[in-house]
């Protein structure tokens, strides 16, 4: 066998491409498609619940410039020259075999929201010097911390993670803790900046940051005003941010927040500038119902956290909806990051995605957003003031009804909801958790309906008048029967037929009052108008026509886009069933 000496060039059998060739290609598909443009960049991008436009193609004009180097400002790359982060378990109930058993099998890190008196029954046994803390205790932040230094004993200067004060909510405490911090406890944060609470609250990924930014600014200004430099006052906090499975965005949201935070730094005469960063797998995309699905979310969600540069990951159970985690569930989250990073080899390099042109425009164009989001909060008076509070409100109530609306046409989809359910699952069990949750869930409006068809004492149904043979009926039969499934409605099919009279009879014998027209475009022009005429006489409330145009006798259709949550209600009222 002969090696040539040439360098090998893997491309050389395929022409040089450009983006006018691409634009041209791209024009074609969408002539074909029946989409009139001149511009396939504006025909085919996106843009996010901030404004972001999502382009459907980068090159290596879209580079927004140099990102730097992990470790080294404006800390894009990373807060650190080393890749790698934290494997942070939540616990809400003082089980120590639990917290052991995590301990034992790859956490690294316990986030304990716990009161100050269940915190040394749950840090039994446990070695205080090995691992970091984080306490998230509320109110009770100084008792907790007392008791965490306390349990500590002689070794409590090597104590490492955050004591969970809240410098919006209670300066006093923040500053005290801040204190003893810089004095006593050199690996100890007093202050978190938790951003994940606007996101729950339905916000985009830009209002969180920008949110993420005042409230630090916030507490910057309380830490120095009560006598730490500015330096020491950069050491205290650490921002919480959510992870989502929408894996670019995440990614591109923790780059953003350090190349923010760095900025801030820069303002401020702080030496140091990297933000220490927690992310949590979100609760708002977290459902109820098909838990499992949950399993998939998260690792996305984590795989992002890190390959984002996050320097601890809570990933959530997948059970986390429904009361407190399992064992299983607990294990599954702690697997979930133990496979990213020892087998994935993800925590092996640092910032993986950079230099891709997409992540970094995005990332450049988050923090833009976002900037512009935290000075309107500043000129509104601040985090924490009245003004400042009332302004972020409204504008995070604005995004959840923009997001809302998608999410009841379908647009932002949510497996195992209001996409492909599955009616006969076997509802899951947990036992109730110690404080209710808070925030919203994309998937709630859905479930609730799921709640209310399961309580009747005969599931609600619906029956589908499927005109004509299999071929032309079943993609939008199966699309209807998606759709009423989604709010828990069973669907009946009457099977292949078109006389009026035998599809009046199926009707009959289903034992309902709603009916949806399924079938192609052909058949409709030719029998929808019959057949809802006998659907009619044969005691029919309502009909509906799966797919687009207008038929006597028919009351509504069903789209993809269609609203699918006023569909289900409609329903339900046609049904006669109390919402």
Not at 64 to 88: H, K, Q, T
Not at 306 to 334: E, H, K, M, N, S
Not at 533 to 545: F, H, V
Request: charged content about 25%; hydrophobic content about 45%; aromatic content about 6%.
């Amino acid at each position: 066998m002969t090696v040539s000496p040439e360098e090998p060039r893997p491309a050389a059998e395929f022409p040089p491409t450009t983006r006018e060739r691409w634009r041209e290609l791209a024009l074609g598909v969408l002539r074909k498609s029946g989409v009139e443009t001149g511009s396939p960049e504006e025909a085919l991008a996106s843009t996010t619940y901030d404004g972001v436009t999502i382009a459907p193609l980068y090159d290596a004009s879209d580079l927004p410039g140099d990102p730097g180097l992990p470790g080294s400002a404006p800390y894009i790359r990373g807060s650190a020259p080393e890749g790698g982060w934290e494997v942070r378990q939540r616990h809400e109930v003082p089980d120590s075999a639990a917290i052991l058993t995590d301990l034992e099998n790859g956490v690294t890190s316990l986030w304990l929201t716990l009161a100050p008196e269940d915190l040394p029954r749950a840090l039994e046994r446990v070695h205080l010097d090995l691992i970091s803390v984080t306490l998230d205790a509320g109110k009770r932040t100084r008792e907790a911390a007392e008791v965490l230094l306390g349990l500590a004993g002689e070794n409590a200067g090597t104590l490492k993670g955050n004591l969970g004060a809240d410098a919006l909510a209670d300066a006093e405490t923040a500053i005290e803790l801040a204190r003893r911090c810089v004095r006593d406890h050199p690996g100890l944060r007093a202050v978190t900046v938790d951003a994940t609470v606007h996101h729950d609250a339905g916000g985009g990924d830009a209002e969180e940051l920008g949110c993420s930014l005042a409230a630090g600014v916030a507490a910057l200004r309380t830490l120095t005003g009560a006598g730490l430099t500015v330096p020491e006052a950069f050491g205290q906090l650490e921002f919480r941010y959510a992870a989502t499975a929408d894996q670019f965005l995440t990614i591109a949201k923790l780059r953003a927040a350090r190349r923010l935070w760095a900025r801030v730094a820069e303002v401020c005469g702080a030496p140091d500038g990297g933000q220490r960063q927690h992310a949590v797998t979100g609760s708002a995309m977290m459902t109820a119902r098909d838990p499992w699905v949950n399993m998939l979310r998260t690792t996305l969600a984590c795989f992002a956290a890190g390959t984002g540069g996050a320097d601890a990951v809570t990933v959530q159970p997948f059970d986390a909806r429904l009361g407190l985690p399992d064992a299983f569930a607990r294990r599954i989250a702690r697997n979930t990051q133990s496979l990213l990073v020892e087998e994935a080899g993800v925590a092996r390099v640092i910032d993986p995605a950079g230099g891709s042109w997409y992540v970094e425009r995005l990332t450049e164009d988050l923090a833009a957003r976002a900037w512009e989001w935290f000075q309107e909060i500043e000129r509104a008076g601040g985090a924490g003031t009245a003004e400042g509070s009332a302004l972020v409100a409204e504008r995070l109530a604005a995004t959840w009804e923009r997001r809302s609306a998608d999410i009841a046409r379908r647009l932002d989809p949510i497996t195992g909801v209001s996409e492909f359910p599955d009616l006969a699952e076997r509802p899951l069990v947990r036992q109730a958790r110690p404080t209710g949750s808070t925030g919203v869930h994309y998937a709630q409006e859905f479930e609730s309906l799921r709640d209310l068809a399961d309580a009747q004492a005969s599931r609600p149904k619906v029956f589908l008048a499927t005109i004509g043979p299999v071929a032309a009926h079943t993609a939008r039969a199966s699309f209807a029967a998606n759709l009423f499934q989604a709010g828990g409605i069973a669907t009946v099919a009457g099977g292949a037929a078109t006389d009026p009279a035998e599809i009046a009879a199926a009707f009959s014998a289903a034992g309902t009052e709603v009916a949806c027209l399924c079938s192609s475009d052909r058949l409709y022009a030719e029998h929808a108008e019959a057949v809802a005429a006998a659907l009619r006489d044969a005691g029919a409330r309502r009909i509906w026509l799966a797919g687009k145009g207008g038929f006597e006798g028919v009351d509504a259709n069903l789209y993809t886009g269609c609203d699918a949550l006023g569909a289900l209600r409609t329903t339900f009222d046609d049904l006669g069933v109390a919402r």
